[in-house]
């Protein structure tokens, strides 16, 4: 199973910028990699339901985000580094939450429950 891990979260002022990134290890079979995975990251506020914030392919060549979020995050990958970003700018405190990586074999897509592995998190919090 692959095994993720976020980093980049902390206390940032709004208008403010943070960049998160997920390092993933592990395979499920010898032949899958990385780059046979989708990536998503989501996030859950206290007493909110995890939401789908960003989504990229295999590849990096499409890439899907809630409009919440649309022209001020940027989700990447650099799959040689077995790695996906989320560049977060103009941050608001609306943005406050746990922020979690996930990852999907072959497609991409909005709903939590197709992603089979997680993260465990990291704390984006934005004062205003």
């Known amino acids: 199973q692959v095994q993720l891990v976020e980093s980049g979260g902390g206390l940032v002022q709004a208008g403010g910028s943070l960049r998160l990134s997920c390092a993933a290890s592990?395979?499920?079979?010898?032949?899958?990699?990385?780059?046979?995975?989708?990536m998503g990251w989501f996030r859950q506020a206290p007493g909110k339901e995890r939401e789908f914030v960003a989504a990229?392919?295999?590849?990096?060549?499409?890439?899907d985000y809630a409009d919440s979020v649309k022209g001020r995050f940027t989700i990447s990958r650099d799959n040689a580094k077995n790695t996906v970003y989320l560049q977060m700018n103009t941050l608001e405190p609306e943005d406050t939450a746990v922020y979690f990586c996930?990852?999907?074999?072959?497609?991409?897509?909005?709903?939590?429950?197709?992603?089979?592995?997680w993260g465990q998190g990291t704390q984006v919090t934005v004062s205003s």
């Open positions: 996930a990852a999907r074999l072959y497609e991409f897509r909005r709903s939590a429950a197709e992603f089979s592995a």
């Open positions: 592990g395979r499920t079979f010898s032949w899958i990699t990385f780059s046979n995975y989708a």
């Open positions: 990229i392919s295999r590849g990096g060549g499409s890439t």
